[in-house]
């Protein structure tokens, strides 16, 4: 297909079928598997060098995962802007929208690596106490926050290449990436090769050399696109509003998640790991349905840039449907292994007593996820930030965060905490729900 052809008439002619949403959801899901994966990796050499180093690498990867998903604004936000300009036929101003972003992404990384490096010493700890864990995570973090713009610069590019429905392009440039930092990871960690061993910190550096490439992978596509690279001021404005409202979303996730798993480490050592166990597979299901949510966002997007409202409709009908099958197959797997599957995870029987209670949970509100992510996506992607936002902080405040503390007071334990993230759930599908029947996110054009 070339790219003089028209996107209004690219909509018409192609349905929304199952391909096509998978065309866009399976590359999607690998960047988004990516990370996850080559953080256990990088676990599993650091871990080679001992407790201590080990410790150090998760309380300095706190730090750069609390400050990186804190701006995911840059990724999200751009696809709903770019998508809408892509599906009325301008890929040009599209691929701009990709261009400012990319020049925020590089500030707000700049500005992130001075913070950081201003302030490590007391973040450190305060976060780990003092001591040799924080003495542990210093060196690595001061490398690490180095690659803080590279990132940034990554989401920005994911953004825009999501926005025009190229989700192949960043999946080989993040491949590329976390590769190299896989070669890199062990030979600096332990010195093979002739390289210098720099045990922890070799960590830290085949990360951003790897996060380096990537970015520059994205850098070379916008360039290839050959469109204007000057700052635009307005557009900057109008990405910032967005990326305040995101950001807000994100920090009521963020607050919920803490504060569970500080009141699960109340109730003792049994209660938190099963908490954590079920959590990060939470976490992982989340990922997998949210790659569909990455593809509602950008045809959803494409479809009311287009001004085409019945097929911005059947996008959101279509996604919401695989993505609530996806999940009660999910549920049904997990049900059928719950005698099985935990003891995958541990062999302590204090955790496999406390684990039935979050596990339970998490099978009954598989089936509310999938739908909850579904839409979460038709509405990212038709830029209905601010609803996003509003929605999310009144089903944490009212939800999720007075159970947590409610258990914490009343001895509650994991049921207490596994009820608010139901109900925080929930109280989502409510509200995600009545917005999508109401059609007021059925707005049309590129504003």
């Known amino acids: ?83 809408r300009f892509f599906g009325a036929g301008d890929r040009r101003a ?51 926050i180095l690659g803080a713009p590279a990132i940034m610069i990554s989401m920005a590019g994911n953004g825009w290449m999501r926005g025009v429905q190229d989700t192949v392009r960043p999946l080989r440039y993040v491949l590329v990436g976390f590769g190299v930092s896989a070669v890199l990871c062990p030979t600096l960690v332990f010195g093979w090769l002739g390289a210098p061993e720099l045990g922890l910190t070799g960590s830290a550096v085949a990360n951003v050399i790897g996060q380096w490439l990537a970015a520059l992978l994205f850098g070379r596509a916008l360039l290839a696109e050959q469109v204007g690279m000057r700052v635009q001021p307005a557009v900057l404005r109008a990405q910032l509003v967005m990326g305040r409202d995101l950001a807000l979303r994100t920090l ?121 992510f579904a839409l979460d996506g038709v509405l990212l992607g038709a830029g209905d930030a601010t609803f996003m936002r509003n929605a999310t902080l009144v089903s944490a405040l009212v939800g999720f965060l007075p159970l947590i ?7 509650w334990g994991l049921i207490g905490i596994w009820s608010g993230l139901s109900l925080f759930m929930v109280l989502r599908l409510v509200f995600v729900g009545w917005r999508a029947f109401s059609g007021r996110w059925l707005v049309a054009g590129t504003g």
């Open 252 to 372: 009521a996730f963020q607050a919920c998640f803490v504060s569970a798993g500080a009141v699960a480490a109340r109730f003792g050592a049994a209660a938190v790991a099963a908490h954590q166990v079920v959590l990060q597979l939470w976490n992982f299901l989340a990922l997998v349905l949210d790659s569909l949510a990455i593809a509602a966002q950008s045809l959803v997007g494409a479809a009311l840039g287009a001004g085409q409202f019945r097929h911005a409709k059947s996008v959101a009908w279509r996604v919401t449907i695989f993505s609530t099958a996806a999940a009660a197959v999910f549920a049904l797997l997990f049900a059928l292994g719950a005698p099985v599957l935990p003891g995958l995870f541990t062999s302590d029987a204090a955790v496999l007593d406390e684990i039935a209670v979050p596990w339970w949970f998490l099978v009954g509100q598989l089936t509310v996820a999938g739908i909850v």
């Open 1 to 83: 297909m070339r790219w003089s052809r028209p996107c209004r008439t690219l909509l018409a002619d192609e349905a929304v079928t199952a391909r096509r949403i998978a065309a866009l959801a399976f590359p999607a899901l690998g960047v988004l598997a990516a990370e996850p994966l080559y953080l256990l990796f990088d676990l599993a050499v650091v871990g080679r060098l001992g407790a201590l180093s080990l410790a150090g690498l998760a309380i300095g990867g706190l730090v750069l995962t609390l400050v990186s998903s804190q701006l995911t604004f840059l990724s999200y936000g751009t696809t709903a802007r770019s998508a």
């Open 405 to 411: 503390w409610l258990s914490l007071a009343y001895g």
């Open 94 to 144: 599209a691929v701009a929208e990709g261009v400012q972003a990319s020049w925020l992404a590089l500030g707000l990384g700049i500005a992130v690596v001075l913070a950081v490096q201003a302030a490590a010493v007391p973040l450190l700890n305060a976060i780990a106490g003092g001591g040799e864990i924080a003495a542990a995570a210093l060196p690595w973090l001061r490398v690490a």
